[in-house]
Structures are given as C-alpha cells and as structure tokens.
C-alpha cells in the first residue's frame, strides 16, 4: 500500500510568510501526527489529530496550527514565519492507538530566510 | 514529565562488529517503549517496539532491544551490524495513560559503520 505522502518535499520561505504544508496518510488511517526536527532539538511532537479533532497538542506557540480533513489528510500552517521555524517537518499516520505502529512521511524540509 | 536520553550522540563501528545503542528514559508512569531509525533524507521507520511481556524484544534488521524498569533502561543491540545499518537510531517512550498517540524522542545517535 502507499505510504504516508507529504508535500512539497522543499520549501523556502521569508521571515513574516506564512506557510502550509500536508500529509496525506495511509489509507485507513485516522490518526496524523506532526513533528519538528532541528539538529539542536531534535524532534519535538507538534500535535496530533484523530477523526478531525486534534487530541493533543505539544509546547509550541500559538503560530503553529493544524487541522485534518474528512479524508484524514492533515495540514500544518505556520504564521509569521520566524528563522527559527527552519526545520524538516514530519508527519506520521496510525490507525490510532497508542500501540498501532506510526508511519512517517519523508517530511517537508523549510528553509525561513 | 518525561524524557528521553541517548547517551552516546555518536557510535562508529567496524563492519561485523557488535554495537550497543543506548537509551535511558525518565518517567513516573508506565510506558511504552519505541526505537526508530532515519536513513538520510527519509522519514523515520519503526525497528521495535516494548508494549508488555517479554522484556526482550526483536525488531526488523536483526536488532534487538531489552528493557530493564529497574534502571529504566531500552538499549537497543545487534550481533553483527552491517554497512547498511549505517543512520540516525531514535529512542522514543509514549506514556501509557496519556491520550493520543504522542512520542518522547531521545536526540538521536548516529551510527557510523564502516570496513
């Protein structure tokens, strides 16, 4: 089956911009979670989304925000776009349970000028 | 809350060689225990996973991983590591309680095997 799509694969913004990115999951699945990775943080869980509600959410300011759609594709939008927002941005699909195997996305990788 | 630490921030090694991943976790709840690998320029792929049961647990690729809650501990090994499994090793705990589907990354050790 296909795997998890995410797009664009590259992205370059300018400080201020404002930026959309999605993840298309695997079918059946209703969960979609997105993740931050940066070389000195590492990766850091954004938030999660289940049947179109998101079911948590980690410490990121109020800038970032996502939703998912009825199909479960899921967008990530970042507002006033800061150079510190550079990151590769992941996103990972499962059937929903804490147990269920995630699958992740190449991921989005955002350049912020 | 919780965290995860790897304590080795890079591992190199010879082709055919043993290696030992390390990764503590700090929790006051019970977990669930993960470690994924990150090729360059990929996503992340799961190798194994720790739910309940047998404290030993085998993943794809031959590795391995063995969970001590007394020193609360998930390192992750293999006999014999190959070129190919030269990458990017995440641990990662979910915390079994919690809502979602959230995961605790460790910040990685890179495995460097060479001939």
């Known amino acids: 089956k296909a795997g998890v799509t995410q797009t664009p694969r590259y992205l370059i913004k300018t400080r201020g911009q404002q930026v959309t990115l999605s993840c298309s999951p695997i079918s059946g699945h209703r969960s979609v979670s997105w993740y931050q990775q940066t070389p000195g943080q590492g990766l850091q869980f954004l938030f999660e989304y289940f049947s179109e509600t998101q079911r948590n959410k980690g410490n990121f300011p109020g800038r970032f925000s996502g939703r998912q759609f009825s199909n479960s594709r899921s967008e990530m939008n970042v507002s006033t776009l800061e150079l510190g927002d550079s990151a590769l941005y992941l996103c990972?699909?499962?059937?929903?349970?804490?147990?269920?195997?995630?699958?992740f996305g190449p991921g989005t990788r955002l350049t912020v000028t | 809350a919780q965290s995860v630490t790897q304590l080795d921030s890079q591992v190199p090694v010879f082709e055919e060689a043993p290696v030992e991943l390390r990764c503590n976790y700090s929790?006051?709840?019970?977990?669930?225990l993960f470690w994924y690998v990150q090729y360059p320029n990929q996503g992340l792929q799961l190798l194994l996973k720790?739910?309940?049961?047998?404290?030993l647990v085998k993943g794809i690729n031959g590795f391995e991983a063995e969970f001590n809650k007394s020193q609360t501990s998930f390192h992750l090994r293999k006999p014999s590591v190959h070129i190919s499994d030269t990458a990017e090793y995440f641990c990662a705990v979910s915390e079994r309680g919690q809502a979602g589907t959230a995961l605790i990354f460790g910040k990685g050790t890179t495995l460097s095997v060479s001939s």
């Open positions: 929790s006051s709840v019970s977990v669930y």
């Open positions: 720790y739910l309940s049961g047998s404290t």
């Open positions: 990972a699909s499962s059937l929903g349970a804490k147990e269920d195997e995630q699958y």
